[in-house]
């Protein structure tokens, strides 16, 4: 029989049973009396009250009827009141007591078994399931616990790294820094520099334009002096034309004075046959070296012979200087002689030897061939100082050579390099152009000299004043000196044989 059979008989039972129950209840106390019957059932006890069957026997078929529901019950025997009849309800009460004591039994242990059963099911379940989520929350913490560390890992390494980065960092930014304010210093150097460059470039420029300035005076005076001197020129060709005419008359009366001359000589040869005057032999000298040597020692003016030759020329001799025995081929003391001169003037030579005057480069170039000579220069300023650039070696070339300079073995208080253009210069003049520039030297800073291009000296320019001082290009200088503005008042070129 399954678990709703048995529910089924069991409802069945408790109702005959309640049935039972419920009219020894109405009964009252006077069932006391009445026949009981009574089931142990564990620590419950239940008491049957039993009916009275007093003349009252119900129908075979009522009672069939009333108890439908036991139709498996053994059918109700035949009354056969008292003790049978009782005694077959006994029996069958005994037969449902135990039936529903097994029943109830039973349905205990089932009901236990189902409950454990489904408690077990349900905690196996719910322990399954949990344990599943926990399993599954634990490989997932499991997961996350490994993703996190690899972040973490990440991180780390990115930290690292960074903190590596920022450290390089912070090296490269101190190296620049430094290279910065190294850089900084430098700019400033060369600020400070450039500042005394274009301090001095100004410095230069006010120079030049000052220079500019005295150029342009100069030029504005010689253009003046031009004008002068082309009027002078053309005056002196009236002159000229009128001493050309006079100069006829002059000639006429020259020839008759002649007459007379001679008429005079011949007087005076007459008058003197008988005692003739003694011839007074001027004393003529190859050099103003050879004077000293024969003892004339007195600085003037003496005669000397060209050599190989009977022609002379007069010279000054410095028979003071250093020992003495100089012929002086060039003075100057006043600017009182004009030395802007010609070739031809220059060959011959000109002024006056007891003043200003050049002895001509002729002789000289005769004389120093002859032998060795030195070239001393004197020079002397405005302020009275006083300085000499000496030459150890002194030549001068033919003129088919243009003059040129040999010079060597320089020395002196006029600068400690020489003022003298390089050795093997020609000489120029305002009428021969022999320099080695594009322009004319000798126009330009006018005179005779050793012109290079143009170079540093040039003793034979214009004679200035001692103020003002500007620099003038075509006035006398001697650079290497005292610069190329500074005054010369006199100058003197000597020579003298070099073992003299
Ligand atoms: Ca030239």
Redesign the pocket.
Known sequence: MGAGGALLWLVGAAWAAMVLGLGSHLKGKESLDRPQHQVQHGPCSYTFLLPELGGCYPSTAEYQVSNSLQRDAPSVPEPKWPAKRLQQLENIMENNTQWLQKLESYIQENAKMELAEIQFNTVQNHTAAILEIGSSLLSQTAEQTRKLTDVEMQVLNQTSRLEIQLLENSLSTNKLEKQLLLQTQEINKLQEKNSFLEKKVLDVEAKHEEELHGIKAEKLEMQSLLSKQTQLIWELEQHLAIASANNTVLQRQQASLMDTVHQLLSLVSQCNQISPAPQEEQKVFRDCGAAYKLGLTASGVYTLRFPNSTATTRAFCDMETSGGGWTVIQHRKDGSVDFHRTWKEYKHGFGSPSGEYWLGNDFIHRLTTQGSYSLRIQLRDWDSNEAYSLYGHFQLGSEEHLYRLHVRDYSGTAGRTSSLSPPGTAF?TKDA?????????AQMATGGWWFDACGPSNLNGIYYPASPATVRYNGMKWHYWKGPSHRLKATTLMIRAADF
């Open positions: 120029s152009d022999n320099d080695r520039c594009g322009c004319k030297c």
